[in-house]
T-cell receptor
Framework: AQSVTQLDSQVPVFEEAPVELRCNYSSSVSVYLFWYVQYPNQGLQLLLKYLSGSTLVKSINGFEAEFNKSQTSFHLRKPSVHISDTAEYFCAVSGPSGTYKYIFGTGTRLKVLA | KAGVTQTPRYLIKTRGQQVTLSCSPI?????VSWYQQTPGQGLQFLFEYFSETQRNKGNFPGRFSGRQFSNSRSEMNVSTLELGDSALYLC?????????????FGSGTRLTVV
């Protein structure tokens, strides 16, 4: 069965510092990988995704994630965070072909401190 | 372009009652999915519809049901509500079939069962 592990439930970091949110997945087949962000009282917004090709994917607001097949990881990074990045971040993998669903991690709450 | 619209935003119901939640996908999107989000279980897949057909259902009891109309709008129904059904229910839509294209989520309906 597929699963996603986000080891850090909370990550506090000072403004302008770098951050890495960790995501590991388990799957016996090829998967698509996603990072979603959820701001308070809102739904999930797609941050970035890996489908195939270049293992480094980037978002428009400075986040990037690297797919590492050997380590089954898809960690999210940002070199310099802003207060506005405070949110909960969810890593997800696509379910088995034909299931039309995501399997989400438990989320990491990023808190950016002034 | 309007996003995914979920109504109502907040709902309070009593144990044993039933509830219907509504989701209007982005215009032109034919795939609609529903997820339940709780602090304890995280994001759990409920069901997915495409062109009025339910293609997959998550591991939830039969009290949870849904449907999709010809205009792609979707509803989910929960009968005989239990306290544990209190959650944020998220609807997501996609223009393409398959999870690789990413889903756009609504802001959710927060259901409280008392």
């Amino acid at each position: 069965a597929q699963s996603v592990t986000q080891l850090d439930s909370q990550v506090p970091v000072f403004e302008e510092a770098p951050v890495e949110l960790r995501c590991n997945y388990s799957s016996s087949v090829s998967v698509y990988l996603f990072w979603y962000v959820q701001y308070p009282n809102q739904g999930l917004q797609l941050l970035l995704k890996y489908l195939s090709g270049s293992t480094l994917v980037k978002s428009i607001n400075g986040f990037e994630a690297e797919f590492n097949k050997s380590q089954t990881s898809f960690h999210l990074r940002k070199p310099s965070v802003h207060i506005s990045d405070t949110a909960e971040y969810f890593c997800a993998v696509s379910g088995p072909s034909g299931t039309y669903k995501y399997i989400f991690g438990t989320g990491t709450r990023l808190k950016v401190l002034a | 372009k309007a996003g995914v619209t979920q109504t109502p935003r907040y709902l309070i119901k009593t144990r044993g009652q039933q509830v219907t939640l509504s989701c209007s996908p982005i215009s032109g999107h034919r795939s609609v999915s529903w997820y339940q989000q709780t602090p304890g279980q995280g994001l759990q897949f409920l069901f997915e519809y495409f062109s009025e057909t339910q293609r997959n259902k998550g591991n939830f009891p039969g009290r949870f049901s849904g449907r999709q109309f010809s205009n792609s709008r979707s509803e989910m129904n929960v009968s005989t509500l239990e306290l544990g059904d209190s959650a944020l229910y998220l609807c997501a839509s996609s223009s393409r079939t398959g999870t690789g294209f990413g889903y756009t989520f609504g802001s959710g309906t927060r259901l409280t069962v008392v």
